[in-house]
């Protein structure tokens, strides 16, 4: 039955009830519906609005049905979205009791509500994962303080740093993803029950009562911005797209790391795929995917905005759309971060490949300028001399480790013995101890912030 028969003569025609239903999507939050509306009835009960037998029997009904659900002997079907079948159910356990449920109460504030506890509880679990990750990420890079590796500018080798320098970059980016998560639950959780259709109501309601028992830190403080505001929706879509665009850049690296080329890192057989015909194919498959994936996550969040962008106050049909792109963002985001987990724990890293890497393409020509810089020759001049001194191993097919004392002298006599030293990618990244920089000292202080921070989430 429709919970808005009364008014009608005919049927919804076949085509738009198919279209304007929502169960198959929203019975995702049939625990969070259950779990406001069981609030909502304590709280009638509370203020006098019912019996407080009423209240009970409602109440009791209502954890029925959530168990009954849960266990499967209640099946979410026929109906228009999940409050209705909630609703149908109750009363077709209790009766007329059950019809008072909906008293003081429109689906308007109840699906903004059912929507916020949903965000809500998937803020947390995603904050977790993110603190796994960090915490791996931080762990890996303990292990690798001195294992140097190329760092890229321009996808060129640009200077030296370590594995532990490039693990903590990413501990931080996901580490910001989980703090801007935390920022934004505290806009999720104000509760907008109490906002009625669009003006509220004229009963005698404790907003605040409501609140208290769904965790809610507060209410929201105007009804039509509470029934119709879903920019909650769009911060939260904005804190998985990021989360998404930090995976896609790693698994970028990764990618490109596990072909032939780099050969930086050997992937592990569980996550990677063979080709059906290429039989020596072994495919970075679930990096590719995690890459993919964070287009659809932007879609939602572009798909929400664009949902948003022209709607007159207060609530219109138009916001059932928040639903399914809230829905398949979170489910995305969150098997995406706990394959890549998994995935990362079992990478093996080829630590002779990345040092090779680390020395080759000239990544320690700044440290031949710097050598010179620090000798007094303006940083400027030193650039240039460093300049030609690549421009000759270049035509003459030397590295910068390999050219002869004598040679280097030609281009300046300050150079001396201790320039070897200088152009040694470990040197190089020991040098390096300002803060964020590569040095093994400063990565064991960004791991331990990385450790401080993640336990203050
Ligand atoms: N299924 C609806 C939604 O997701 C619930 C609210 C319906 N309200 C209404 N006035 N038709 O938005």
């Excluded at 470990?426 to 912030?449: D, T, Y």
Aim: a negative charge; hydrophobic letters at 40%; aromatic letters at 8%.
């Amino acid at each position: 039955m429709k919970l808005w028969s009364g008014r009608f003569t005919a049927e919804l025609d076949s085509l738009a009830e198919e279209f304007n239903d929502s169960l198959r999507f929203d019975k995702e939050m049939y625990r969070e519906d259950i779990q406001g509306s069981i609030a909502h009835a304590a709280m009638l009960g509370k203020c006098g609005i019912i019996a407080s037998a009423e209240s009970k029997a409602i109440r009791d009904a209502l954890t029925a049905i959530l168990e009954d659900i849960d266990r499967g002997k209640t099946v979410i079907e026929n109906a228009e979205d999940i409050h209705s079948f909630v609703e149908n159910e109750l009363v077709s356990r209790i009766g007329d009791t059950g019809k008072k449920l909906h008293t003081a109460r429109s689906r308007n504030d109840q699906v903004a509500t059912d929507l916020r506890l949903y965000v809500r509880a998937h803020i947390d679990a995603l904050i977790e994962r993110l603190k796994t990750l960090v915490g791996l990420f931080a762990d890996k890079a303990a292990a690798e303080t001195t294992t140097v590796m190329p760092a890229y500018t321009h996808m060129q080798k640009a200077q030296p740093t370590t594995l532990g320098h490039y693990f903590c970059a990413y501990a931080f980016m996901f580490l910001r993803d989980a703090e801007r998560l935390k920022d934004c639950r505290r806009r999720v959780n104000v509760l907008p029950l109490g906002s009625g259709a669009c003006a509220s109501t004229t009963f005698p309601i404790d907003r605040s009562y409501t609140a208290e028992l769904l965790g809610f830190d507060g209410v929201t403080q105007n009804s039509l911005d509470g029934v119709s505001d879903r920019d909650f929706c769009v911060e939260y879509l904005s804190c998985l797209a990021l989360i998404m665009t930090h995976l896609s850049r790693i698994n970028e690296e990764f990618v490109y790391y596990s072909g032939g080329e780099f050969g930086f890192i050997r992937l592990s057989d569980e996550f990677s795929t063979g080709s059906s015909i290429m039989p020596q194919k072994k495919n970075p498959d679930v990096s590719e995917l995690l890459r993919g994936k964070s287009g659809r996550v932007f879609g939602a969040l572009t798909a929400m905005l664009t949902v948003l962008k022209g709607l007159p106050l207060a609530y219109n049909k138009d916001m059932q759309e928040d639903k399914e792109a809230v829905f398949d963002a979170t489910r995305t985001a969150e098997i995406s971060l706990a394959v890549f987990t998994a995935m990362l724990e079992k990478i093996e890293f080829d630590r002779d490949a990345l040092s090779a890497a680390a020395e080759g393409g000239f990544s320690c020509a700044t440290e031949i300028a710097d050598y010179l810089a620090a000798k007094g020759v303006p940083f400027r001049s030193a650039h240039e001399i460093t300049g030609n001194i690549v421009k000759t191993c270049i035509a003459r097919g030397k590295t910068l480790q390999n050219l002869e004392l004598f040679e280097y002298k030609r281009f300046s006599p300050l150079f001396d013995i201790d320039m070897f030293d200088a152009v040694s990618a470990l040197a190089a990244v020991e040098r390096r101890s300002v803060v964020g920089g590569c040095s093994k000292s400063e990565v064991e202080r960004q791991i331990a912030e990385l450790k401080k921070s993640i336990s203050n989430i």
